[in-house]
């Protein structure tokens, strides 16, 4: 419940922060936010979270700051009301007085567009005007319609945002009459798309730019010429598709090219001109570029450039022949399609210069040497051309192939159709091959997204001349069906959407053209069928009968009238014209020649002749020259009928495309940049429905989108429709999010679509979608990386409880395998000192050595325990002297029982061991020693450094030096106190050196009685010491085992003694030297 309370509360706070924002406020909406909410509620998620993403957005300052001094700045940029209303939806009153009004204003004050909501309205300025420039590009950039004056700019980058922000394609219509303004008008368009695009500079973006930029002058030099009406009348239609990638840049294109007006090749009106590309090539073209070309460079030399020689025209032909060169050479055509390319365009102006004469029955050609140029530049043999020329080839019924030769006048029909024929090919391939350098290539859709395309439409506008023949009825048929597509995306869907959507709607009525179209196009009873009729029908029908089955069949037609319908008319004559009440006005035209140009013939015999050329250029041009003379194909369709489907396939790719209009006006007929000719642009008016538009438009809805993706595009800007609403419907969520913004009196809602009437609402919902989408993108960056961290958390407490459990695994295994191993060790004879050890897990090391230890212990402890204790004195001293001369001394007699006391052994000493009982009894007497440490005889060095035999008898109490040759007389004594350590050799020799606190050491060697005379007993003197001072006096008693010489001091100086084996020594004995001592060993 309170959440709704709480939401409510967050609508006025909103709404306020809406109208704070309006007055520049952001700090204050911040503050009542934070005085509504309160400190103590749990935040409702949408709320907290449009909390946390507002506020950082509105509390900034400089934010708001940027945006409303921008919108402002534009504003001002906007024209004054002295340069008229910039959009006719904004009229007064609309009225074609007041429509036209305002367009003469605007066009007087320089102002040559004006808006009819996004529809363009463009009156050709005739004069350079200075508003294309890069600043203007820049100014245009990325904004919405209205924030500045209107432009075509302005529409492409309308299109481009479309295509761009909702992966629409789109198209941009330009239309409007000869001269209006419609190709100007088209390349600034796709100048402006290629400014705005790759900001990146990448290479290959900057190539297909480069090529469609370059492409338009190519284009126009082949297919534009000179008319009565217009300098650069565009013969030919073009619609060119762009193609951009996801990133917005463009990646290719596709040019579409509809029916050139080919006879212009032959022949042209008074004061009109032939293609462009003629006088280029003639007037432009170098001294060495025409000699080779067999040309002369005079227009007024060629039939078919001469009525234009004289033609005053604003082309600067030289200049274009250079532009239009490098052109090519900048798309990629080779040098030797170039070469051809003016080799196609000599031989046909050569074409005219052929003339005939008749000789009899046969016919002839006037001069020769026409004809053997146009073989050479054709790369053919000039003997075929003037077969060509001359006859034609006919399969007779039986198989039989005969040559026919032709009368004059078909010989000069035949040349006029090759002359034409050969210029619309060259003009078709041109396209095709720019087509197959800007195609988008390696496109994967998966890999590179959605392919988007904006097209531009630029075809030739409706014309009326005083003689109009089949060509003008085409381009007038085809301007018929894109007013015809206009209203119906403009008047008559938008008109019919309000009332399927339930939208309040008072209809607006307009005039349907359909009517025009289906006097045309329509099956059986249109003109078009008539005509092909006609072309079908064996035998000699003529233009006349032709006429003669047109006023027959469409007598009845409102939209058609002949001399014969209307006798009274003397603007007609009989057998001659008819007139169609089209939308932009009558025409008369003449129906002269509309068989044969409808036809199209062409003698088989040109096409062979132009496959068998030697130039492959020419020969990829004419595939239908391989076809044999008696191979019988299918009757082609006819020149109209190709219109009609290219035209209708036109249509329907542009009816699936996002339309964008630009409707081109014509102010005089003086090509003059000052002059408004009121009748004509109000005819012009009149007949591209601008008036209706306006009405439709004021009245109607500038957006509208379905509900649920209207949802889905602004639900951020709302806190009950972020990140999902809880309401019944759609519908009702989007009326939340626009009674949030205020807009309540901007919209309608349809059944299933949001109707929104001024692109500000719209923009203004934009601009915020705009400014809370990066904090959203952090927002779910946030959470997804804290997704991830949890992920990666819970993934390593998994890894950390499986190494635990593991572990605790090893620990346990190794516990049970020791556990086993060990289990009887009690019983076994060695106490499990055999037992192998199991190599202990990581964690149980330092476990594995105490256990090791413990059971070494314990293992000591059985063997100890067995040892009866008469031997614990021995073993005692055993393990002294083992830990004392820590392996240093390999032998020290281990292996053997240790007496001690040898002197008074039997055994060892059999003659004396009597008398020392004697003395050693008497000692302890005397002394009160509790017991002999060690006895033996040994060779001591005296004071005087000789060496003389003792006995040498150490007692807990005394250690004694006797004289074992005067029955152990007692020679010296010395407290056992008075001893500090001991110092002995690694080797095999016996010698001791006995330190003494008073620095006077004693050293002897042992000798060995009789038990064995090779037995160690250094080991055990060393032992028995350690032992007694260690265990009983609880003092240290540092042994040293040297490995050289011994170092002692004798009445406190350093003396050093070595040992040495000498041969020949019997005994071990000490001799002086000069360092101290050497011990002198025999030598086994
Ligand atoms: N925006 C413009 N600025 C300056 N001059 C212009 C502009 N638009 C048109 N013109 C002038 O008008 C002439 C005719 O324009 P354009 O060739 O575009 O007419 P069109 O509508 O394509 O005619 P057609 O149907 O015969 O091809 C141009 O050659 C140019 O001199
Ligand atoms: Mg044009």
Redesign the pocket.
Known sequence: MWARGLGDRVTCCSLSTTAASRKHNPTSCHASIAALTGPTRQPHFSFFFLESLSLPLWSRPSFLARCFCQRHERMAELEGLEFGKSDFVLLDEVTMEQFMENLKLRFEKGR?YTYIGEVVV?V??????DIYGKETIEAYRGRELYENPPHLYAVSDAAYKAMKRRAKDTCIV?S???????????K?IMQYIAAITNPGQRAEVESVKNVLLKSNCVLEAFG?AK?N??????RFGKYMDINFNFNGDPTGGHINNYLLEKSRVVHQQEGERNFHSFYQLLRGGSEEMLQSLHLQGDPAVYAFTREGAAAAT?NNDRQNHKAVMSALDVIGFSNQEITSIYQILASILLLGSVQFEEEGESVQIVEDGVVNHIAELTATDPDCVVKSLLYRTVATGGGEVIEKGHTEQDACFGREAFAKALYERLFGWIVSRINSVIEVKDYNPVLHGKNTVIGVL????F?IFDNNSFEQFCINYCNEKLQQLFIELILQQEQSEYQREGITWQHIDYFNNQIIVDLVEQPHKGIISILDEACLTVGKVTDTVCLESMNTKLGQHPHYTSRKLSPTDKTMDFQKHFRIRHYAGDVTYSVEGFLDKNKDLLFQDFKRLMYNSANPVLKEMWPDGQLGITEVTKRPLTAATLFKNSIVALVDKLACKEPYYVR?I?PNEM?SPVLFDDARCQHQVAYLGLLENVMVRRAGFAYRQLYSRFLQRYKMTCEYTWPNHLMASDRDAVEAIITQHGFQDDVAFGHTKLFVRTPRSLFTLEQERAALIPILVLFLQKIWRGALARLRCKRMRAIYTIMGCYKRYKVKAHFWEVESRFANVRTTADYGKSVEWPAPPAALTQFHQITLMLHRRWWARQVVKNIPPSDMPEVRAKVAALTALQGERKHWGVGRAWERDYLANARDSPQTSSDFIRVSKELKNKDGFAQVVFSSLCRKVNRFNKSTDRALLITDKFVYKLEPKKQYKILKKLPLELFTGLSTTSGVDQMLVLHTSNKDDVLLCLQRGELCPNQDRVGEVVGSLVDYFTRVKRKPFPVKVHRSALQLHMRGKPKSVSVETRPGQTIADFKKNRDGFVLLLPAN
């Open positions: 040559i463009s050709n300025p005739y004069r350079q005007m330009i409007g009459e000869s001269g209006a303004g419609k190709t100007e008008a088209s600034y534009n008319t009406r217009n300098d650069n009348s565009s604003s630029d075809i030739y506008g014309e081109c014509k090509k």
